[in-house]
Structures are given as structure tokens and as C-alpha cells.
């Protein structure tokens, strides 16, 4: 088996909000790839975090694609307007989605990179007929709402699953991972089959941000 580095997505949601340009920086600098930006409404999770004027100021300042993660109610409503504000990467909660087929065309036919994302207790299985259409599935490793919470271990098995899926239908879909990422379980996640670890306090509590990054990305090896 060939490993790869991961791609690395900090999630912004635990960045220091007051100097937010000055860790959207450190990420341009980092070996950092993608920037994570974690949308709540406080109906589908019990919180409320940032929104598209956020997302359009992150955009003026970051020099890696934005990976915008909704945790909404009715994402189809919104597609177009993250579109504008600068999504390059635009996920949206399997389980909100009526038609979810048309949610990822209407994505990719603005595009964006379209992603599936699973909450803990949703099965890989689910996907069997939708899979084709994703560029990447997100699956979260902890429940959607707050940064700072302790990993699922079984998302290991969620992991593997769904690699022997996209595997058997020959595709190229990414796996990210979402919640309670750190050194612990990097290599392990990796080894499971993810392709992109997202991390928020990991990086952005860590003393040295930059260096949290690069140890990440490097983990395996
Ligand atoms: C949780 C968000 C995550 C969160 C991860 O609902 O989707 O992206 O920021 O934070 P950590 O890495 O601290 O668990
Ligand atoms: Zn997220």
C-alpha cells in the first residue's frame, strides 16, 4: 500500500477571531492546503458560528482554496452566495439533503469541488448511490457544532468502509476527516484511508500553530 501525505485543512472556527488576519496568514505561510470554514445556522446544530460576510473577508486575505463545511438547514438555498463569497470547496450535511443529487450538480455547475458530509451516527452505506457524484465525503469524527471535542474511534471503520467503496467503483473521491484530529491519530487516520485531516484546536491551541501543521502533514512518515 502507497501512503500519501494528507492534505491538511485548519478549521477556523478555533482561530483567534480578533486577529483573524494575522492566523489566516500563518495558514498561507504553512504547509497547510486547504482552509477549513465551518458554517452553523443553530437549528441543525446547537450552535451559530460565522457567515458569508466572514467567508468573503477570509477570501481577500487566503491564498489556499476555501473548504466551506455547512452545517445548515436547506444548504440548496445558499449555493450561489457562497459561491460569490469565494467557496472553492462547498459540503453539505447528508442528512438535511431531500435531493441531494441535485444539491451536488448545482455545486459542481458553479465550480466548486462538491462534498458529502456524514454525521457520526450515519452509515457509509447510504452513499452506494450518490458516491459518482461527490468529489469528497467529509465524515465527522465527532458531532457537528463545537471544536474541542474527543474523537469517535468508530470512525476508523467508517473510514475503511468507505474506502473499499470508492475502491470497487474505481472513483477518486476524497475522504476528510472533521473533529478531534491531532498527532494521537494522524498516522492511524491516515493508514485507515483518509486523504484530508481537518484540525482546528490542534493547530490554533497549539503554541506554535505553523509547526502543529507541519507535523501533521508529516505524520505518517
Ligand atoms: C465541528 C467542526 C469542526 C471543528 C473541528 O462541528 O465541523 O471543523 O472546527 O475542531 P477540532 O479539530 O478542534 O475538533
Ligand atoms: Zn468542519
Redesign the pocket.
Known sequence: MLYMKPLIAP?L??ADFLNLGDDIEMVNRSEADWF?C?VMDGIF?PNISFGLPVIKAIKTKAEKPLDV?L?IQHPERFINDFKNAGADLLSVHYEVCSHLHRTLQEIKNLDMKAGIVLNPHTHVTVLENILSEADFVLLMS?N??????SFIPETFDKIKKLKEMILKKNLQTLIEV????GLNNAKQLIEAGADVL?????VFKNPDPSLAIKMLKNSFF
Open positions: 478549521s472556527l478555533s477549513h465551518d446544530v463545511h452545517m465527532v457537528p457544532g463545537f471544536g474541542g471535542q472533521d473533529g478531534g484530529i481537518v484540525a482546528g484546536n490542534a
